[in-house]
Every structure is written in C-alpha cells, then in structure tokens.
C-alpha cells in the first residue's frame, strides 16, 4: 500500500468510527437534525464562511423542529421560551468551548456565575429603557447624517452607487462618538467619493 493511499484512507477511516461512533452511543443521535454536519463537522465552518449558516440553521428548524442537532456536539434552539427555560431558569452552564471567542475572562466567556452576575449588575443601567431613549436624539443626528450623504451622492439621474457594507460599518462609529464620546467623527464627510 503507498504512502499516499495511507494518508488519504487514515482520515476517512478515523471520520467513519467516529460517524459510527455518534451514532451507536452519543445521547443526541437521537435530537434530529442534519446527518451531514455529523459526518462532515468542517461543513458549519465552510456554511458560516460562505454566509449561509443561518439559512441553512432556519432551514433545519423548518424541517426537523424547534431543537435540531446541528454536530455531533451542538444542539440549535429556535424556541425563545425553551432558551428562555434553558438560559435563565435553569441556569445551564456555558460550554468550555466558548472561552476561545475572546482573550481572558468577559461578562459573554465567562463561566464564574458569581462574576458574570456581578459584570451584568455593572452594565445594566445602560440598556435601561429610560437611558436607551435619552440616546434616540443622538441616533436620529447619525441616521440623518447617513441619509444626507446618500443625498450628496445622487448623480444626475438620481441614482448612486451605495456600498452598505461600509456605510453601515461608517454608522457604527459614527454612532459609538456620538453615545460613547459626545462628538462626532466626521464620518460621512467626503462620503459622495465612496463607492466611486
């Protein structure tokens, strides 16, 4: 047998038993869902790369119900009151697998129950609904902001080509100086060049 022959036989060999494997003695072979992120666990990455990775989650919901396995290790919920369930009344703990999403320990990686009660504590004041709306006038001069510079590049038929991707990323930060830091970054200035 070649050398080669091995190398590409190991690995379809190793993704087999562990196909086998799930589906002999992992407890959610029995959540329905996709058989084809359970054999291909790389397919959710390739599906979240190419930006169909909510489709294709939707999907699976319309077909296999509120609880759909989407690998060998993940459970999707699209059932508000069972997260709701899940999440605060029962207080399920977070994966380890989270922690890798940021650098060190924050309010969203955290599985210290005590200090993520104490980081939400700190925050929520500002999601407040009477803060939230002492912010709207600030919003209101961003979103104006971002509809003049559409205005200013209309051609003379009326028509321009818009960039929404970073117009939206413009808004972003326009936003963030106007509640974070009371002024204004200018972003939109210029903004009839864009896109040209």
């Known amino acids: 047998m070649s050398?080669?022959?091995?190398?590409?036989?190991?690995?379809?060999s190793l993704r087999?038993?562990?196909?086998?494997?799930?589906?002999?003695?992992?407890?959610?072979?029995?959540?329905?869902?996709?058989?084809?992120?359970?054999?291909?666990?790389?397919?959710?990455?390739?599906?979240?790369?190419t930006g169909r990775l909510i489709q294709r989650a939707d999907t699976a919901h319309r077909k296999y119900g509120p609880v759909a396995r989407w690998s060998?290790?993940?459970?999707?919920?699209?059932d508000?009151?069972?997260?709701?369930?899940?999440?605060?009344?029962?207080?399920?703990?977070?994966?380890?697998?989270?922690?890798?999403?940021?650098?060190?320990?924050?309010?969203?990686?955290?599985?210290?129950r005590d200090f993520h009660r104490k980081?939400?504590?700190?925050?929520?004041?500002?999601?407040?609904?009477?803060?939230l709306k002492g912010l709207e006038p600030l919003f209101q001069n961003v979103i104006l902001a971002l509809f003049s510079s559409f205005e200013a590049r209309l051609d003379s038929s009326g028509a321009a080509e818009i960039n929404m991707w970073e117009d939206m990323h413009m808004f972003g930060l326009e936003a963030i100086g106007e509640?974070?830091?009371g002024k204004t970054f200018n972003m939109f200035k210029g903004a009839a060049t864009l896109g040209r």
């Open 16 to 49: 087999a038993l562990a196909a086998a494997c799930f589906f002999l003695f992992n407890p959610l072979r029995r959540v329905p869902g996709p058989i084809l992120n359970v054999l291909f666990p790389i397919w959710p990455l390739y599906l979240a790369a």
């Open 179 to 181: 509640t974070a830091f």
């Open 119 to 131: 980081m939400r504590r700190i925050l929520s004041p500002g999601f407040s609904i009477k803060y």
């Open 72 to 78: 060998d290790r993940l459970v999707s919920i699209a």
């Open 3 to 12: 050398l080669l022959a091995i190398l590409v036989a190991l690995p379809i």
């Open 80 to 112: 508000p009151d069972l997260a709701r369930d899940i999440l605060a009344e029962k207080d399920v703990s977070k994966s380890d697998s989270i922690r890798g999403v940021f650098q060190g320990e924050v309010l969203l990686n955290t599985l210290d």
